[in-house]
């Protein structure tokens, strides 16, 4: 029996071999996060560029208000934009509130396809047919939900002037503290911003694009013969692009912007599946082309290709052998019941258990010092968000099993927050 004992600490030791060795690139950037100072500000502009924000507004009134004041109140030349509002009908009130801060609203055409991607295709084919005149360097692309640091415009004009073909912000939380599900939520995005995008832009890697809040030069929309992303996770999608044609990226760490995170489990899952099954749709359809671009170059950025390649193969190794661990033993504790198998089985399934949650609790816990200044939550929350990661974090296998088992198509999330930190 000892023996047996043996080849399952070699099996859980494997997983974590594993999960480490395919997620170097990862650890790397995290460390990276943790110990980096402040991100070295670009040089500011030389020139107003000329930029299209791009604005999906389906039924959007009850926060596109909220967004379009703060791009109202930005510090950056107002000839540098204008601003299109996407919507499906005359009837959404989301018309005239765009119309009286001076944006031009564009209404849907083609309603057999769903999905951001579709909408965004549709409004820069208009612009290029009938705006192209007003000579556009690159589209803005943000979520009606969203709300802007005062001199976020500036901070982009900055990286379009420094050469970037694509820059995204730090995307912060409106409402930390509305609840444990929008607390855990928004510090995902939070490791995507500093945990991952922060040295993915000082190592010259392709950065991370999480849904919004980004801009895309319009030669390379143009080169492609319009806006041709259109799955279910359109941002994970250009990241693929991106890396596999070599596009020079940034992130820019105090170009800060708010979302609004959902509140409650339900809208939660529904908007992870979406993720997840987006995630896996895209691996599926450029995978051949980013292991090219990691095995022959050819432009492509070779370091992303490969963190793209390797997803979260690591992650699913580990879940793998984890639960081939915890299984073996469980089946031992009840084989041998009551005997010191047994306790020595539950004693590794305890061991393995508990070690999984405290790499969870410890890393929400960095997360939370090192981002202290902007994670404005409460510290009851905050001890929330610690003690639910490991359900957050669960969750996402049922999540998966779903999501690969069924189709998932996209669907509208209702938003509401038009504060920040509007939370209770």
């Known amino acids: 029996m000892k023996t047996v004992f043996i080849v399952l600490d070699v099996i859980i030791a494997t997983g974590v071999f594993l999960f480490i060795l395919m997620s170097l690139p990862k650890v790397a950037n995290y460390l990276k996060g ?19 924000v791009l604005i999906p507004a389906r039924n959007e009134s009850a926060v596109i208000g909220t967004l379009l004041k703060s791009i109202d109140a930005q510090t950056f030349s107002r000839d540098g934009y204008d601003i299109f509002v996407a919507v499906e009908s005359a009837h959404d009130p989301t018309c005239a509130i765009a119309e009286k801060y001076g944006a031009e609203v564009y209404f849907k055409r083609d309603f057999s396809k769903n999905g951001k991607g579709y909408v965004l295709e549709e409004l820069i084919d208009n612009i ?21 640091e005062s001199d ?28 444990w599900v929008a607390a855990d939520t928004g510090l995902t995005f ?46 994970v999608e250009l990241t ?31 908007q992870r599946k979406r993720w997840v099954k987006g995630f896996f749709n895209n691996s599926a359809k450029y995978n051949e082309r980013l292991f090219n671009g990691l095995i022959y170059g050819g432009g ?12 979260a193969s690591g992650m699913v190794c580990f879940a793998i052998f984890f639960a081939a661990y915890i299984v073996c033993n469980t089946v031992l504790a009840i084989r041998y019941f009551d005997t010191p ?36 939550m409460k510290f009851l929350r905050k001890v929330q968000a610690v003690l639910m990661r490991p359900v957050y974090s669960l969750l996402y296998v ?11 198509e996209w669907s509208p999330i209702e938003h509401k927050v038009n504060t920040i930190d509007g939370g209770k």
């Open 300 to 311: 492509a950025n070779r370091r992303s290709c490969l963190e793209a390649v390797l997803g």
């Open 128 to 148: 290029f047919k009938n705006r192209n005149d007003r000579g556009y360097e690159a589209f803005i692309v943000i979520d009606a939900d969203n709300v802007l």
């Open 34 to 52: 943790v110990f980096g100072g402040k991100q070295k500000p670009l040089p500011k502009a030389k020139k107003i560029h000329k930029f299209a």
């Open 152 to 179: 976020y415009f500036d901070k982009l004009n900055d990286a379009l002037d420094a050469g970037y073909d694509i820059a995204v912000g730090y995307r912060n939380s409106k409402n930390w503290n509305g609840g």
């Open 398 to 408: 049922p999540v998966a099993v779903s999501a690969l088992s069924r189709k998932v």
């Open 190 to 235: 939070t490791r995507y911003s500093r945990f991952a995008n922060y040295a993915k832009a000082q190592n010259g890697e392709t950065v991370l694009l999480t849904g919004t809040c980004y801009y895309i030069k319009a030669d390379i929309v143009r080169a492609h013969g319009g806006w041709k992303w259109h799955s279910l996770t359109e941002d």
């Open 341 to 376: 198998i047994a306790f020595m089985a539950l004693y590794r399934i305890i061991g393995a258990v508990a070690g999984y949650l405290l790499a969870l609790y410890l890393d929400t816990v960095v997360v939370l010092f090192v981002e202290r200044k902007r994670v404005k």
């Open 240 to 270: 693929m692009v991106a890396a596999i044609n070599g596009y020079k990226t940034t992130y820019i760490d105090d170009a800060v912007f708010y979302d609004e995170q959902p509140t409650d489990l339900k809208t939660s899952i529904k």
